[in-house]
Nanobody
Framework: QVQLVESGGGLVQVGGSLRLSCAAS????????MGWFRQAPGKDREFVAA????????FYPESVKGRFAISRDNAKNAVDLQMNSLKPEDTAVYSC????????????????????WGQGTQVTVSS
């Protein structure tokens, strides 16, 4: 079991930046690959970023590549998402997710492979 709590969401203007944090408690954080997903009203949950257990491997969809950066600190049981050059289409509820895996290089864009989810934090980008 792991509990995930996101923070750092809010209202920001187009072109601005936000840094989301996800704090984990429970099982050893380093045993989980982590991901960030987002869901806008009326839309499916969308993959945003993933990071392997070791933190060496990260992956992003084209929609956020070059603007978003995922990082983790296993000593602090936390994973962050730095979001720059924000656009109105980035508006959504952002959730972090954890997948219990053996491989230190595993990551996934598939939300169905993540076992644990946080409650989400709202990000609103105004034009």
């Amino acid at each position: 079991q792991v509990q995930l709590v996101e923070s750092g969401g809010g209202l920001v203007q187009v072109g601005g930046s936000l840094r989301l944090s996800c704090a984990a408690s429970g099982r050893t954080f380093s045993s989980f690959a982590m991901g960030w997903f987002r869901q806008a009203p009326g839309k499916d949950r969308e993959f945003v970023a993933a990071i392997s257990r070791s933190g060496v491997i990260t992956f992003y969809p084209e929609s956020v590549k070059g603007r978003f950066a995922i990082s983790r600190d296993n000593a602090k049981n936390a994973v962050d998402l730095q979001m720059n050059s924000l656009k109105p289409e980035d508006t959504a509820v952002y959730s972090c997710a954890a997948a219990s895996v053996d491989s230190r290089t595993w990551y996934s864009t598939d939300r169905r492979l993540y076992n644990y989810w946080g409650q989400g934090t709202q990000v609103t980008v105004s034009s």
